[in-house]
């Protein structure tokens, strides 16, 4: 038997926080009280000290590379450096190599994570022009979603046959989430550039090339489809004020039909800070103006966004150091998310229960997962601990991705992950690891 009893922890859970103690047994969370006792020795005591104690993030938008890009990353390291950073549960992307758009190959990734994944996990299946029967055949239970490139990005999976897609949209038995941006305005923009520039393109002009006008045109044409066929659709990483106009905050969650996520650099950089990142911070959808990242942390306050997720998408620095056309987009960010976001709340612009809100309540009601996001009895074990007042800054002997670099490089934050459980095992604690493998499958009450 395995037993925590975290004492004297500011909890913060449903949009309250409030001072307690948690009492972990094996998987799960047996009492949440202002006060327990210990009623056997053998317990495990950890004394929070007025620390914060969170549910594990739920991040359900990763890239971690295994099959076929392992230089970069695999599921064993990601998952690593997610919880050290707070996540204890991910949906992890198709984009691979094969692609993950058969039931054989997600069953064989999931082979891979029931060996290797600190986190707990889930896989979204890839859509495709030709796959439409074996989308039909997914078990919504066991699986997170299905993916969708309505642009093309890392992997070239780009589905733009208009019928197929709206049979998609119609057949599909698990939410829909989709890359928006129209891959005409993109190609339209970057021929232009690549007329005055060649393949050296100023760094500078990637929000121009892959614009607004392209994601709120993709945007806009995804939920129009949805309200056309009734389908269950999250929109990806929102980069743009414009596109908050499409989404609603009416609805509690639970009875939202369209939904929207945005990501941590969506939020934290603007097209500012390409002349000193360069291309370490070129995403897809690109980073763009100061008004749009103010905007977009507007838009999550007032709940048109829903869910706040990484899209963590690393490559190695040689790969990145390259000209504009040879450059991958995406960057490692898994680790240092919620530090980061953390910092929206030392500025005043966050309250600590509207973050927990988006990055550990909301993915859960979202995607339906079974018995986690939550601090409650009856719910599995994995929990954070906060500490908002241990600075420390970002440097590459602390970095945990196996690309080894991190675009918060020399940030320092505030706040920090003093420990993690996975399942009631404790699995991070202050920098460093116990190697034991928790993360378990993810089920989904649909």
């Not at 890239?63 to 949906?91: D, M, N, Q, V, W």
């Not at 642009?151 to 197929?164: A, W």
């Not at 000209?323 to 998310?337: E, R």
């Not at 600075?391 to 918060?408: A, D, L």
Request: aromatic letters at 10%.
């Amino acid at each position: 038997m395995r037993e925590y009893l975290i004492k004297n922890a500011k909890i913060v859970n449903e949009g309250k926080t409030f001072e307690g103690d948690v009492h972990i047994k094996d998987d799960w969370i047996v009492e949440v009280s202002s006060s327990i006792s210990a009623k056997t020795s053998d317990i495990n005591i950890i004394d929070a000290g007025g620390k914060h104690l969170i549910p594990g993030v739920i991040d359900d938008q990763v890239h971690f590379r295994e099959p076929g890009l392992t230089h970069k990353e695999t599921i064993l390291t990601g998952s690593k450096a997610a919880i050290s950073g707070g996540i204890t549960s991910y949906f992890e992307m198709p984009n691979t190599n094969p692609q993950t758009t058969t039931i054989e190959k997600l069953e064989e990734k999931f082979s891979i994570a029931k060996e290797n994944s600190y986190a707990n996990y889930s896989f979204m299946f890839g859509g495709t022009n030709d796959n439409l029967e074996e989308i039909k055949k997914i078990n919504p239970k066991t699986t997170a979603a299905l993916k969708l490139f309505l642009g093309s990005s890392t992997g070239n999976m780009l589905v733009d046959n208009e019928k197929v897609l709206e049979q998609i949209f119609k057949h599909s038995p698990l939410i829909i989430a989709t890359h928006c941006e129209d891959e005409d305005t993109v190609k339209r923009n970057l021929d232009a550039y690549l007329e005055t520039y060649g393949e050296d393109i100023p760094i500078k002009y990637h929000p121009a090339i892959r614009s607004e006008e392209a994601c709120y045109l993709s945007s806009s044409k995804a939920v129009a489809l949805a309200k056309k066929t009734g389908a269950r659709l999250h929109v990806f990483h929102l980069s743009t004020a414009k596109e908050l106009k499409l989404f609603s905050s009416k609805l509690p969650l639970k009875k939202k039909k369209i939904t929207a996520e945005v990501c941590i650099h969506h939020l934290w950089f603007d097209d500012t800070d390409y002349e000193k990142k360069g291309t370490l911070i070129k995403w897809n959808p690109a980073v763009k103006t100061e008004k749009d990242k103010e905007q977009l942390l507007i838009g999550l306050n007032k709940n048109l966004i829903d869910v706040v997720a990484t899209d963590h998408a690393p490559h190695t620095k040689a790969e990145k150091n390259n000209v504009y056309t040879k450059a991958p987009s995406g960057g490692p960010l898994v680790q240092h998310a919620l530090p980061a976001m953390l910092e929206f709340y030392h500025r005043g612009k966050l309250s600590l229960e509207k973050i927990v809100e988006k990055m550990c309540h909301n993915p859960a009601i979202l995607f339906d997962v079974d018995q986690r996001g939550f601090i409650k009895e009856g719910y599995k074990a994995d929990l954070v601990l906060l500490d908002l007042k241990a600075p420390w800054t970002v440097n590459s002997s602390n970095i945990f991705y196996k690309c080894g670099w991190s675009p918060f490089e020399g940030t320092t934050f505030k706040s920090r992950v003093t420990h993690t459980f996975v399942n009631g095992h404790l699995v991070y604690e202050n920098f460093k690891f116990n190697e034991g493998k928790f993360g378990q499958r993810l089920e989904f009450n649909r």
